[in-house]
Nanobody, 127 residues
Framework: QVQLVESGGGLVQAGGSLRLSCAASGRTFSNYAVGWFRQAPGKEREFIGVIRWNNGFTVDTDSVSVKGRFTLSRDVAKNTVSLQMNRLGPEDTAVYYC??????????????????WGQGTQVTVSS
């Protein structure tokens, strides 16, 4: 059974940074893509970005609210994927999820394309 576990969430002041991590138990991320999503209260889950584990290639959201502030990376030695979030604002308050999917020619971006999900980690940004 594959399990994904997010960590690093918490409370941060506006303008601050947080680094979320996603770790997998039960397998490595080899040949998989790992994506990050977030869901704010009362809103739909939103795609943030996805990384191809084997070569570190990333695809980020086109959302202007996130682009340029959030960065995905991977740590091969630790078998983790990180989401570095900078210049956070109250609008970034949400539950953040990581998810994995087999890495095909095109990286997945839709929720239904991901087969395993973490439980989510809360990020709260105070103004």
């Amino acid at each position: 059974q594959v399990q994904l576990v997010e960590s690093g969430g918490g409370l941060v002041q506006a303008g601050g940074s947080l680094r979320l991590s996603c770790a997998a138990s039960g397998r490595t991320f080899s040949n998989y893509a790992v994506g990050w999503f977030r869901q704010a209260p009362g809103k739909e889950r939103e795609f943030i970005g996805v990384i191809r584990w084997n070569n570190g290639f990333t695809v980020d959201t086109d959302s202007v609210s996130v682009k340029g502030r959030f960065t995905l990376s991977r740590d091969v030695a630790k078998n983790t994927v990180s989401l570095q979030m900078n210049r956070l604002g109250p609008e970034d308050t949400a539950v953040y999820y990581c998810a994995s999917a087999p890495a095909g020619i095109n990286l997945p971006r839709r929720e239904y394309q991901f087969d395993y999900w973490g439980q989510g980690t809360q990020v709260t940004v105070s103004s």
